[in-house]
T-cell receptor
Framework: AQSVTQPDIHITVSEGASLELRCNYSYGATPYLFWYVQSPGQGLQLLLKYFSGDTLVQGIKGFEAEFKRSQSSFNLRKPSVHWSDAAEYFCAVGHRGSTLGRLYFGRGTQLTVWP | KAGVTQTPRYLIKTRGQQVTLSCSPISGHRSVSWYQQTPGQGLQFLFEYFSETQRNKGNFPGRFSGRQFSNSRSEMNVSTLELGDSALYLC??????????????FGQGTRLTVV
């Protein structure tokens, strides 16, 4: 069965510091991979996605993620965090070759940014 | 281009009642999926509709149902509400079903509180 693991429930960083959020997945083949961000009481906004090709993908708001097949990981990074990045971040996988309507989500990582 | 619209944004219902939530996808999108988000269970897939047909269904009781209309708008219904149904219900739309470079766009959600 597919599963997505985000090992860190809560991360706190200082503004201007670098950030890495971890994501590991369990899936029979290389899935579609996504990172979403959610502000309190809001829906999910897509930060970036990996479908194929270059394993380092760039997203919005200065985020990037690297797909590592050997480690079944898709970690999210940002070189310098801004206070407005405080939110909850979700990693998700979708079936390759099937509907993109069904996504499997990790439990999320809550990011707190200290000024 | 308008995003995914969910109505209403907030609902308070009494145990035993039923509720209907609405989702209008992005124009041209034919796939609509529904997710339930709770602090305890995280984001869980409810079902997906494409061209008025349910294509996938998550592991929820039969009290949860949905439908999609010819204009791709979707509704989900929960009958005989239980306290545990209190959650943020998120709708996502995507351009097509199947592979290809598409992604899911989420609405702001409907916050359902059952008292």
């Amino acid at each position: 069965a597919q599963s997505v693991t985000q090992p860190d429930i809560h991360i706190t960083v200082s503004e201007g510091a670098s950030l890495e959020l971890r994501c590991n997945y369990s899936y029979g083949a290389t899935p579609y991979l996504f990172w979403y961000v959610q502000s309190p009481g809001q829906g999910l906004q897509l930060l970036l996605k990996y479908f194929s090709g270059d394993t380092l993908v760039q997203g919005i708001k200065g985020f990037e993620a690297e797909f590592k097949r050997s480690q079944s990981s898709f970690n999210l990074r940002k070189p310098s965090v801004h206070w407005s990045d405080a939110a909850e971040y979700f990693c998700a996988v979708g079936h390759r070759g099937s509907t993109l309507g069904r996504l499997y989500f990790g439990r999320g990582t809550q990011l707190t940014v200290w000024p | 281009k308008a995003g995914v619209t969910q109505t209403p944004r907030y609902l308070i219902k009494t145990r035993g009642q039923q509720v209907t939530l609405s989702c209008s996808p992005i124009s041209g999108h034919r796939s609509v999926s529904w997710y339930q988000q709770t602090p305890g269970q995280g984001l869980q897939f409810l079902f997906e509709y494409f061209s008025e047909t349910q294509r996938n269904k998550g592991n929820f009781p039969g009290r949860f149902s949905g439908r999609q209309f010819s204009n791709s708008r979707s509704e989900m219904n929960v009958s005989t509400l239980e306290l545990g149904d209190s959650a943020l219900y998120l709708c996502a739309s995507s351009l097509s079903r199947g592979g290809g470079n598409t992604e899911a766009f989420f609405g702001q959600g409907t916050r359902l509180t059952v008292v």
